[in-house]
């Protein structure tokens, strides 16, 4: 029998999304063998992270620096903004090197049944961004959910009356399938195929 807190560490690991009690136990067990390198280094990266985490007052990303490493990289197309649901699909979407311009993150995406409306997302600010100025193409990158695309729909309404283009991935992306799971070639060919929105 392990101890309480070696069970409360599989535990709190066991939480993790892919990670069951058995993987969570394995991974402790593997931790534990390697507690002068791994175990340690562990620790340290988390409460480096736990210190230093913030998010991004412009785009919304999750980083050390506010603004993050994405909206401070002048080699990227300050032009085009590619909104997302959620920052897991800002990752996804920026670990295929596709995207070269900057990204906004809504924090969700609209569902009646969860009872999430446009207020409770960061479409006022990416609007204001637009707003703003210097931007030419805003890409709606949104799941390809019904509440997905709903969201998309609503977002292209509200952009309509600035002088954009505004385009979306290309619908060969699984219904029902999210960006953070989907391989890069999958990715790049819904980024090469996007197409203006109505």
């Known amino acids: 029998m392990a101890s309480q807190e070696i069970e409360a560490l599989s535990g709190a690991l066991a939480r993790l999304p892919g990670l069951g009690p ?6 402790v067990l593997w931790l534990i063998k390697r507690r002068e ?9 988390l409460a480096v992270v736990r210190e230093r985490l913030v998010e991004c007052d412009t785009c919304g990303n999750v980083d050390t620096a506010n603004p993050c490493g994405i909206c401070t990289d002048t080699r990227r197309d ?9 920052v897991a699909d800002l990752w996804a979407l920026d670990r295929a090197r596709l995207f ?5 993150v809504l924090g969700g995406r609209l569902s ?25 193409e805003v ?3 949104m799941n390809a959910t019904l509440e997905g695309q ?20 290309a619908h060969g992306l699984p219904v029902g399938g999210e960006l953070d799971y989907l391989d ?3 990715l790049a060919q819904a980024l090469r195929a996007r197409r203006p929105v109505g």
């Open 22 to 27: 058995r993987s969570a136990r394995r991974a």
């Open 37 to 45: 390198t791994a175990l340690d280094q562990l620790v340290d990266a």
């Open 78 to 86: 300050a032009r085009a903004i590619c909104v997302v649901e959620e």
């Open 100 to 104: 070269t311009g900057k990204y906004h």
């Open 112 to 136: 009646a049944l969860e009872g999430v409306r446009p207020e409770d997302l960061t479409i006022g600010s990416l609007l204001d961004r637009v707003a703003k100025g210097g931007i030419d």
């Open 139 to 141: 890409v709606l990158a």
């Open 150 to 169: 709903t969201t998309a729909h609503y977002i292209a309404e509200r952009l309509e009356t600035f002088p954009i283009r505004v385009t979306q991935l």
């Open 184 to 186: 890069e070639g999958t």
